[in-house]
């Protein structure tokens, strides 16, 4: 299968791009606008084995250009905007890049494969579009969309789109909602990079308002093998919630992080640098999804327990400190105290 990996240079796309490089029977290009987000290093172990093509998915001829390069069977879209905090401080990047950036692809996509009733068009977004949860219940495929931020508005705006184009073209279109990732090439401006590389440093371990917040994580591996579950044996004009069962509350990830720290790099009693700031603007207090379907019909199981992949999590930044130095030089994540981490 020939794929189109929008975003492929990010924290997931490159973990896709790892994964299908090294599978048989795929032929990957990857495109990506190498935001202030995306890191040539990230792809670097399969460079050989995929093709890059630098463009911005919110240019029309750069993607009918793309198409006709790749000629793809199938694109996993995950070019976006990603953080949150920078989507209250300049809401109008998300909008063109994850509201216009999908729509101008899906167009491309129609106009070069709309024909192929093949063809597969998987949107990936997140869980925020539903919005926030009480002390239980879960998110559900058919809970209410119901954004928050202008981040999960503009993921919204997208999973609509995607929708939309498979119920007025055909275009075969899937859509996943997955929780917050974590594992190896995440930029340290979120939660669990940032914490560990401040900790290694001895910075202040920034979390927003008491730490109560509650997120649904997965390691990003799992996540990429579900995503490949879903574009192949995923029922087309479907939603898939995709899920560990692993609800953590923000302040006990960062007091386990610290204790890892502690453990491979010499006990120091990390805890200690644990700073808390003022809340996020709108956060949203809980986070968990119900992956039954995902489960059931397409029978994916994620690998990592939220323990081991964390552990291998911290040893992989510890181990490869020529991926991040380079960003921490630029100032990516340097304990931004006011306006911190979470996810
Ligand atoms: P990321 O910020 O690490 O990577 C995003 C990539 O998209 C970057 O390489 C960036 O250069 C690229 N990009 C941004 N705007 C672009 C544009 N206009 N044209 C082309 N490329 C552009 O993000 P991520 O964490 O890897 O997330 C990937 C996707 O998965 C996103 O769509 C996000 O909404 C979704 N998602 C992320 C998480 C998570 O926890 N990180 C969870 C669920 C869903």
Redesign the pocket.
Known sequence: MKVLV??????????VCRLLANAPGWTVTA?????????LA?LAPVMDRIAFIQ?????PAAMADAFAQARPDAVM???????VDRSIDGPL?FV???IT?TAVLLEAARKACGGNPDFRFL??????VYGSLGEDGLFREDSPIDPRSP?SAS?AA?DHLARAWNHTYGLPTLV???????GP???PE?LIPLTILNALEGLPLPVYGDGGNVRDW?H?ED?ARALVAILTRGRVGETYN?GARSERTNIDIVRQVCDLVDRFAGQQNRRELITFVADRPGHDRRYAIDPTKLETELAWRPVESFETGLEKTVRWYLDNPAWWEPLRAQGHGRARLGLAAA?
Do not use: M, P, W
């Open positions: 929008t975003g492929g240079a990010g924290f997931i796309g490159s973990a495109v990506d606008a190498l935001t202030y987000a995306g890191n990230s463009a911005d998915v919110a240019d879209h995950l070019a976006a905007e990603t953080h990047d063109r890049s994850n950036g949107q990936v977004s997140t869980d925020e981040y993921k997208g996943s909602n997955c929780g917050n990732n974590y090439c995440q930029l979120k997965l990003v996540h995709v996810g």
